[in-house]
């Protein structure tokens, strides 16, 4: 089941550069995990700004919420989550 | 190159209903193109929504204007365009 | 799977009363059947407008959207769609 | 007499964590008692927020307001109340 | 119970003025009947605009769904019901 | 004269408790003069938030505008003025 | 008394050209009789917009609400009113 | 050449008080200087609210964005400028 | 003295195509007289909508309100207008 | 290709003076080789704002990414991004 993601990441200008550096590591390994096990599908750059928009394939909505909330990055974060399904003009059998 | 586009669609209620079938037809016919030929790279609904969410690879911003302007529903739509980049945390080839 | 649906209906001041009827008694007989189905778990009246809030427990996004966009007064609406899940405090068995 | 209410909880990054823990706590003691007494009739997570949507069965307005401004964590909450009411259609005895 | 209700009414240029005329004369006596009742508490307009703020006293959220829902002017208004309670330091009586 | 005058009150997390206090204090205080000369009208609290919905009588703007901005919590306080003006259809004497 | 005035104006496209050229010279009669007798004060084009900022100087609320609900566009207008006073600054005696 | 402009002053709760007090001395005499060269023109308290709506008598846009962004309080200022031009029924030689 | 000036121009579905036409080949011919005259400075399209992103040259803000309001086009236009000025960085003999 | 990009630069009180004043040299600095360079094509100051309007011009979305996020200022700007193309009217060659 798909939904749309999009992350904005705020981290304050005073925050401590290592802290911050081991969070980003954390969250980078965190998220190919999940790349790996094809629940995080697709994650891009939005230009311009310290954001991405994703799509994820999950079981259902709590587990969603745990992956989403459990990110390192997480308390950093404003996130928008849209439900989307298969649009019946597409061919891409992955677009499910 | 990457873009996000979401497509909303709004026949008004007093539109011929087989003008509607006509361009609705065509514009199906239009996206198979598109999506054969690599350029209409995604497509999922919103849930809810007459309205779509779409991810096109196109060369430049012209390309893109003149696909999206021409679509048979185009004059029906409210376009929305994000462009998007590729994810340094990525490992797959066509997150590009 | 839990969703709350948010729908206000706006039915334009020249629409033909009897279509009008027609289409509210066929929502109303279509809303009783997932209501008994257990799929539209609840619906409320919002306190001064032409619109309800409803939850909706469905096996996935796709059930979702295919229920809402086949309701008789769908293309008279504008529908809002939030994914929930159970929150870790309540004692309810239902609220999952 | 039913309304919905969605709260938002935001505590700042700076906020001791034992404080805060103390505080989730009195929360979740508090939610209980009135989820018990029939006053806070559902509570769901929104997914990917830190925030629920709930359902709150009150003789009237002050009560609401008495009992939404105690919450321990009420400090840090964002507060929005929608008045609802029973939906003619409705064959739950509960959604009154 | 008291609750805040604002009121915008819009007829549309092209309405019949006869009948324009006949639904404001039986809206304001509605609003008489409510008014001597005790029901529609206060009424004032908002300056520049076709528009009022009232203050509605009423025993539930169903009796102000009921009231505001049969207004002869209602298919032409956009209303906003805001829930109120007793300030602890008002010492008017009929502030509650 | 009349106007509606919606004041929302934030005091931050870690202002000091008993300069709250004395503030709040001072604020009854000075709205119970108020009251009394019959300038600020109706107060009510708004259900679920730190804010008020007033009704305030006075000669002119300018002495609104001094009312407001002398008020012990004024630092604290998001003020929205709106001008209002008896209604036609209202038989209270006192919805000047 | 002084009040900021903006109003918008919409004729619609379809309006009889005839009657919409005699509701602006109506307009324009109306307005200097209120330009000369010192109530509208000031009036500017806002730049590319069919639209207007003024200053109108009026002994009440009512008044203002009676002047700007009899204009002759009005029909066409949307009106948004924000009550001013003399800055403590200002050496203008007329900026009272 | 005309423009308005709102000012909205935020000055936050731990400035220092004298700080604020040397520099709303400053911003005073700035714009007295101002008024009497008969560029800002006019100047008004907007009721509730530390913020004023002025009128700005300039030669180009240069000119104002200097002016501007040197006054003393300017550090503190969310400002809105709009471009406004003689309306042509006015009878006022100075509402040029 | 230069401004952005956004215009999005949407005309209704129902237009007469061949008046259309007609106000489209009249606004080209416009646009190119003050392109050549170095007063229209430079205009782009925004991509997927009917909209353009200009830049005006112009002495003062009553011409560029002439021309605006002027154009062929304009009663189908929505049109936003910001006030420029150079920058100090710049290197550019024409970002004047 | 181009793109408009809008930057807001807010600076917070308390920041280091001479630190800012380093990074805005270091700003113009890098400005200026991409306006020798190009890529950074236009910049205008918006009047009465600490924000440029800018037009880009570069050979794909990364590389426009990639310039927005070094810029030494990021870390304090708010930047929106839109993707122009050539307008089909124009005569000048360089608004391609």
Redesign the interface.
Known sequence: ?????EMDVNI??GFDPEEAATLKAAE?VR??EL??AGTWR?????????A??S?FDVP???T??EL??TLPLY?FMT??????????????AD?R
């Open positions: 089941m798909l939904f749309q993601v304050p200008p980078k998220f190919q790349q790996k697709h994650i891009w750059r939005v230009v311009g700004r310290y991405n928009l799509i259902d909505n709590a969603l919420h989403l909330t308390p996130v928008r989550v849209t439900p989307l399904c298969r649009h019946p003009s597409s061919a891409h677009d």
